[in-house]
């Protein structure tokens, strides 16, 4: 199984420029998320979606938006990418079912982004 | 804002050793809290998790111990071997729902041969 996978791995912006992560999981799980991880820190919610159909800001949502195309897929876009978008980008899913539902989030590779 | 954080971002430890990683937390709501490995170039991989209604859960060579009156969290590592080398994070979120979770910064575990 493949779980949750990203792409691309890596990516080189120049300011301004905008592009879109990818993700993709295939444990049928009902929510997902974005994280950005900066040097030194942990992660930060960027972005998450409940379910298909639903998504909500996290911790840092300014400069980005997302889509949750289908359960499978939800994607984060950066329409005019800075300098402080400079990050390892993760994407997560959950599965959270039943009423003693726990939220173990299972991660993919992460995007190196680079924005120069 | 409340946040979970961690006490030490090193900790070298001898291989064969146990290994006792400590984590603060200080949103008195948290319900519900999970330990993540992150080893260079991947993503965080589960590792343990432990509600707030339980004060100790083991695992595979791993025990969690959470005290809510102070409100900290410990990951225990028994015989610690190579393979454990990583940085480790503990997080931490209101239960019940599809919130994100809060990460502190981790504790890079080192591995002393």
């Known amino acids: 199984n493949a779980g949750v996978t990203q792409t691309p791995k890596f990516q080189v912006l120049k300011t301004g420029q905008s592009m879109t992560l990818q993700c993709a999981q295939d444990m049928n799980h009902n929510s997902m998320y974005w994280y950005r991880q900066d040097p030194g820190m942990g992660l930060r919610l960027i972005y998450y979606s409940a379910s298909e159909g639903t998504t909500d800001k996290g911790e840092v949502p300014n400069g980005y938006n997302v889509s949750r195309l289908n359960k499978r897929e939800f994607s984060l876009r950066l329409e005019s990418a800075a300098p402080s978008q400079t990050s390892v980008y993760f994407c997560a899913s959950s599965e959270l079912w039943g009423k003693l539902a726990k939220n173990i989030q299972y991660f993919g590779a992460g995007t190196r982004l680079s924005v120069l | 804002g409340e946040s979970v954080g961690l006490h030490l971002p090193t900790l070298s430890v001898q291989e064969g050793d146990n290994s006792i990683i400590n984590c603060a937390y200080s949103?008195?709501?948290?319900?519900?809290f999970i330990w993540y490995k992150q080893e260079s170039g991947k993503g965080p991989q589960f590792i343990i998790d432990i509600r707030s209604n339980m004060d100790k859960r083991q695992g595979q060579r791993v025990t969690v111990l959470l005290n809510k009156t102070v409100k900290h969290l410990s990951l225990q590592i028994a015989a610690t071997q190579p393979g454990d080398s990583a940085v480790y994070f503990c997080?931490?979120?209101?239960?019940?729902?599809?919130?994100?979770?809060?990460f502190g910064k981790g504790t890079h575990l080192i591995i002393q041969p």
């Open positions: 949103n008195s709501a948290s319900d519900y």
């Open positions: 997080a931490e979120t209101p239960g019940g729902g599809a919130d994100g979770l809060t």
